[in-house]
């Protein structure tokens, strides 16, 4: 258990429709990475999050958006949902002066 | 984009022996972390070596790294089923993000 949790575990969406994931990260760490992972591949970056700002960002569209918290908590918002979107969807928080990211267990999304 | 890339891509082991992983990456990097997945569940964090250590060891784990190769290994010694799940690299090269390979995936027969 590494202490960060998502919801839902599970979620079917359709094409065109929006989503939000949510993530709550591990007591103390103010840092919170989100990455998509397709099926048989390695996860990818898609944006990061510092005290509530966002502070790097991968090769996702705009549709993809986030938001953290004073609490640290965060949202992964993704709008106009294509079929590619279809993946594991994973939240890893940090502490301050720490390497390590510590991964949540991640949210399916199947877009039909 | 994806940095690293792992080698093999799938292997397969009977329980006992050692199980070697490699990983080569693009750029420069800060750290160098292994992980292990289990059915497409979260990712568990197993090891971090920084740019100036060699090798590091945890438990049944030991990890190596070449920065003039660009390269890393990861062996698992006296391997169990237990172990069998996908392995991933990932390199952080202070761009406040980490880039993954695409793994490999250990079997570890009984």
């Known amino acids: 258990e590494t202490g960060v949790t998502q919801s839902p575990t599970h979620l079917i969406k359709t094409r065109g429709q929006q989503v939000t994931l949510r993530c709550s990260s591990q007591?103390?760490?103010?840092?919170v990475s989100w990455y998509q992972q397709a099926l048989g591949q390695g996860p990818q970056f898609i944006f990061q999050y510092y005290r509530e700002e966002e502070n790097g960002r991968g090769n996702f569209p705009p549709r993809f958006s986030g938001l953290q918290f004073p609490n640290y908590s965060s949202e992964l918002n993704v709008n106009a949902l294509e079929l590619d979107d279809s993946a594991l969807y994973l939240c890893a928080s940090r502490g301050q002066n720490t390497d390590t990211q510590y991964f949540g267990p991640g949210t399916r999304l199947t877009v039909l | 984009s994806q940095q690293g890339e792992e080698d093999p891509q799938a292997l397969s082991i009977q329980e006992g022996e050692n199980a070697t992983m490699n990983c080569s990456y693009k750029t420069s990097i800060n750290n160098l972390q292994w992980y292990r997945q289990n059915s497409g569940r979260g990712l568990v964090h197993l090891i971090l070596i920084r740019s100036n250590e060699r090798e590091k060891h945890s438990g049944r784990l030991r990890v190596t790294l070449d920065t003039s190769k660009k390269s890393s290994s990861l062996l698992i010694t006296a391997s169990r089923a237990a172990d069998t799940a996908s392995y991933f690299c990932?390199?952080?090269?202070?761009?406040?993000?980490?880039?993954f390979g695409a793994g490999t995936r250990l079997t570890v027969k009984p």
């Open positions: 990932a390199t952080d090269d202070w761009d406040n993000d980490m880039r």
């Open positions: 007591s103390g760490h103010n840092t």
